[in-house]
């Protein structure tokens, strides 16, 4: 006897009870002629109203089967499997937490899931980091192995329960006090989160490295670049620590041969990370910087005009900024520098009344024209603009 299951747009949904009744006497009937199941008080219609209600267990299962594949409806066995299919463990919301401090050899690797404890309680490292050349690690967030809320005073949480190699010497200490949790987190919430957590897109590893990047103290966002290159990936980052920078390239790029270097001298960085028993090499490279001088020469097609000393003073600063957020390897753009001017001076000297407008930029101390045919000032690819407070000097003309 086969009977198919109700799907709906809501999802599958229980056989009524006389649907499958009515399958049930009809296959029966089919192999026994002139059987009858309908009389009653008979051993047969006995039988046949068991059977019913054991088909309708059976096929509540195959409806609670089904509905366990997705968040919405899983049970919360399944439900907790799928929340470690996200990395995201029953508790993780709710659970007691602090963050730790790991200090030992300069490039090792914290990697996530790395337990620690205070003699009772026991922690588990969530993102994982890399010592700086300090020797220190940047604080890293801990959540307590089993639900519950108690205090983590300061400087308690300073026992290392995962192995650590012979050879090297590593501590802990929680520098803080940590945070007390709310109690067992409910099924419901974890739906919630787990419901969350699906909903989150992949995004190729230039953004996903980019995010990682901009996590660590000291990195300048406009300094980041992440360039394909004929073979594998340039990355470039300026700012940070070394050790940290590496580590988060170690943790977010998959292959680690595909990174390549600067082909100029003096400019990567080669670190050493240690992932006991292994080391590996990180390269990046680290740009460098290219000093920008600028005349702005202007004028206005007022007669006796008398606020030329605060366009120069509005003007300028506007523009330092503007150089000084270009990102890495991109260009000056000479329109937007006349948008920027405009824009800052509108309050004494209107769009419609600059008559003329020009610039003289120099690099490194070399007079730079834009390229034939267009408003652009090229960049090294590897390197960024910087300009000094006093470094645009704005006139009338």
């Given at each position: 006897?086969?009977?198919?299951?109700?799907?709906?747009?809501?999802?599958?949904?229980?056989?009524?009870?006389?649907?499958?009744?009515?399958?049930?006497?009809?296959?029966?009937?089919?192999?026994?002629?002139?059987?009858?199941?309908?009389?009653?008080?008979?051993?047969?219609?006995?039988?046949?109203?068991?059977?019913?209600?054991?088909?309708?267990?059976?096929?509540?299962?195959?409806?609670?089967?089904?509905?366990?594949?997705?968040?919405?409806?899983?049970?919360?066995?399944?439900?907790?499997?799928?929340?470690?299919?996200?990395?995201?463990?029953?508790?993780?919301?709710?659970?007691?937490?602090?963050?730790?401090?790991?200090?030992?050899?300069?490039?090792?690797?914290i990697p996530a899931g790395f337990i620690v404890s205070d003699g009772t309680y026991?922690?588990?490292?969530?993102?994982?980091?890399?010592?700086?050349?300090?020797?220190?690690?940047?604080?890293?967030?801990?959540?307590?192995?089993?639900?519950?809320?108690?205090?983590?005073?300061?400087?308690?949480?300073?026992?290392?329960?995962?192995?650590?190699?012979?050879?090297?010497?590593?501590?802990?200490?929680?520098?803080?006090?940590?945070?007390?949790?709310?109690?067992?987190?409910?099924?419901?919430?974890?739906?919630?989160?787990?419901?969350?957590?699906?909903?989150?897109?992949?995004?190729?590893?230039?953004?996903?490295?980019?995010?990682?990047?901009?996590?660590?103290?000291?990195?300048?966002?406009?300094?980041?670049?992440?360039?394909?290159?004929?073979?594998?990936?340039?990355?470039?980052?300026?700012?940070?620590?070394?050790?940290?920078?590496?580590?988060?390239?170690?943790?977010?790029?998959?292959?680690?041969?595909?990174?390549?270097?600067?082909?100029?001298?003096?400019?990567?960085?080669?670190?050493?990370?240690?992932?006991?028993?292994?080391?590996?090499?990180?390269?990046?490279?680290?740009?460098?910087?290219?000093?920008?001088?600028?005349?702005?020469?202007?004028?206005?097609?007022?007669?006796?005009?008398?606020?030329?000393?605060?366009?120069?003073?509005?003007?300028?600063?506007?523009?330092?900024?503007?150089?000084?957020?270009?990102?890495?390897?991109?260009?000056?753009?000479?329109?937007?520098?006349?948008?920027?001017?405009?824009?800052?001076?509108?309050?004494?000297?209107?769009?419609?009344n600059i008559s003329s407008l020009t610039y003289s930029v120099s690099i490194n101390?070399?007079?730079?024209?834009p390229s034939a045919g267009t408003q652009l000032i090229p960049s090294d690819p590897?390197?960024?603009?910087?300009?000094?407070?006093?470094?645009?000097?704005?006139?009338?003309?």
């Open positions: 006897m086969s009977i198919p299951l109700d799907m709906t747009s809501a999802g599958p949904v229980p056989t009524p009870p006389s649907t499958l009744q009515t399958n049930l006497i009809e296959g029966v009937a089919a192999t026994n002629p002139d059987y009858t199941a309908n009389l009653p008080g008979t051993l047969i219609e006995d039988i046949s109203s068991t059977d019913v209600g054991a088909l309708v267990t059976m096929d509540q299962a195959r409806v609670d089967a089904v509905n366990n594949v997705t968040p919405y409806a899983a049970n919360p066995y399944v439900l907790a499997q799928l929340g470690i299919q996200f990395g995201i463990p029953q508790g993780l919301a709710t659970n007691t937490s602090v963050y730790v401090v790991f200090t030992g050899p300069a490039g090792y690797v026991q922690y588990v490292i969530q993102d994982g980091g890399v010592l700086a050349a300090s020797g220190n690690s940047s604080s890293l967030y801990a959540i307590a192995s089993q639900s519950g809320s108690w205090a983590v005073p300061a400087n308690t949480v300073n026992q290392i329960v995962t192995s650590v190699p012979t050879g090297y010497t590593l501590t802990v200490n929680n520098p803080y006090a940590g945070t007390s949790g709310s109690g067992a987190q409910s099924v419901e919430d974890y739906r919630s989160q787990i419901l969350v957590a699906g909903k989150a897109a992949a995004q190729g590893l230039p953004d996903f490295l980019r995010t990682q990047l901009q996590k660590i103290s000291g990195v300048v966002p406009r300094l980041i670049s992440i360039l394909q290159t004929t073979n594998g990936w340039e990355i470039i980052c300026g700012g940070g620590d070394s050790n940290q920078v590496a580590g988060a390239i170690y943790n977010s790029v998959i292959d680690l041969s595909i990174l390549y270097g600067s082909a100029t001298n003096g400019r990567n960085i080669l670190v050493s990370l240690i992932n006991p028993p292994d080391v590996y090499e990180i390269v990046y490279v680290n740009p460098p910087q290219q000093v920008v001088t600028a005349t702005v020469t202007w004028n206005t097609n007022l007669t006796n005009f008398t606020a030329s000393s605060q366009v120069n003073q509005l003007a300028a600063p506007a523009l330092v900024s503007y150089i000084n957020g270009i990102i890495v390897g991109q260009p000056i753009n000479e329109n937007a520098m006349t948008d920027i001017f405009a824009t800052a001076v509108s309050s004494v000297l209107p769009l419609a101390g070399t007079v730079t024209p590897e390197s960024y603009f910087y300009s000094a407070d006093n470094g645009i000097t704005v006139v009338q003309g």
